[in-house]
């Protein structure tokens, strides 16, 4: 079968920088699987009619990354529960018959990346979530879903925090705080899910909420996860406890690879090959 024959993209806006095509050719490389993998720069006015002209042009399966991920939930025809949960979609595959399928990879691949990568186990620790935008929402399932303590999540907008708490419902376990009301509280485990890297600002939050035993992580890699790191650094986490998202982009595209061609990759190598980059 020819290489056209396996087409795969990724819709973002803009979308020349994404990681995507490399990591899904090195994937399929290593599993001798022949596929093209493109990137489609969409404008929001044009993602609707551009991801359904290129799943009638016979592409098997779509990423979608910014600023599209809620209209890729918004189009499918079918959505799995940890798209719903996300209220986003970032993997789109074409259904035998007609329609689209909306599934959502960011929150097990943060999971897989911070527990299995990593080493964190994630049961019964107090977890810190900033941000509460769609990938937040992911993430703040995942960590549910993983077992920790607690979970406490604030957001500079602070209602999407607490519709987050409220669709997750175990008050006992999952609530939010005002993004200043932080100061008496120590996490083992703080996760940054806001852009605040990409699209700049201060992470004014009390230095206390850290102690050296406690980890940071930032969905964030690169140079977008410095600001994060200099915080949390400066706050007490040791620089080998802070980890960056670069692990969890590479397992978020396994777990949608995986999706589509029945095969689990083995992300260990394309993570060392990128981190020599970030
Ligand atoms: P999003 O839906 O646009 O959400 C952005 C979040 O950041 C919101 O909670 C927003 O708060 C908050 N925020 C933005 N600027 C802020 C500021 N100056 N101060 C405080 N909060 C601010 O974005 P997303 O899709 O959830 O993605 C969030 C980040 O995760 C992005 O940087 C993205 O690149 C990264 N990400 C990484 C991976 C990976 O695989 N490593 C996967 C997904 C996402 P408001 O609600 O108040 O606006």
């Excluded at 929402?137 to 907008?157: E, H, P, Q, S």
């Excluded at 650094?233 to 777990?255: H, I, K, S, T």
Aim: glycine content about 12%; hydrophobic content about 45%.
């Amino acid at each position: 079968m020819s290489a056209e024959a396996h087409r795969f993209a990724v819709f973002g806006h803009p979308i020349a920088h994404s990681l995507s095509p490399e990591i899904h050719q090195a994937f399929a490389e290593q599993l001798g699987i022949r596929l093209s993998y493109e990137t489609i720069d969409a404008a929001p006015a044009d993602f609707d009619a551009a991801v359904r002209g290129f799943f009638r042009d016979g592409g098997l399966g779509a990423n979608v990354t910014l600023p599209h991920k809620n209209a890729a939930f918004a189009l499918a025809t079918a959505r799995t529960d940890a798209a719903t949960r996300a209220g986003a979609a970032n993997t789109l595959t074409p259904l035998v018959g007609g329609g689209i399928q909306a599934h959502n990879t960011d929150g097990s691949g943060f999971v897989r990346d911070i527990t299995e990568r990593h080493g964190f186990d994630l049961r019964g620790h107090d977890a810190l979530l900033l941000g509460a935008g769609g990938a937040a929402k992911a993430v703040a399932w995942a960590l549910m879903d993983a077992g920790v303590k607690t979970l406490t999540i604030v957001n500079r907008t602070p209602e999407r925090a607490d519709e987050i708490a409220d669709a997750i419902g175990e008050p006992a376990r999952c609530h939010t705080r005002y993004w200043d009301g932080l100061e008496g509280e120590c996490f083992d485990l703080v996760v940054n899910a806001t852009s605040i890297g990409v699209t700049g600002g201060d992470f004014d939050l009390p230095m206390s909420i850290v102690q050296d035993h406690s980890t940071a992580y930032d969905l964030c890699y690169g140079a977008a996860a410095a600001g994060f790191k200099g915080w949390a650094v400066a706050a007490g986490v040791r620089p080998d406890w802070f980890r960056d998202g670069l692990g969890m982009l590479v397992e978020q595209a396994a777990d949608a690879f995986e999706r589509w061609h029945g095969q689990r990759p083995d992300t260990d190598p394309v993570y060392a090959q990128l981190r020599q980059r970030f």
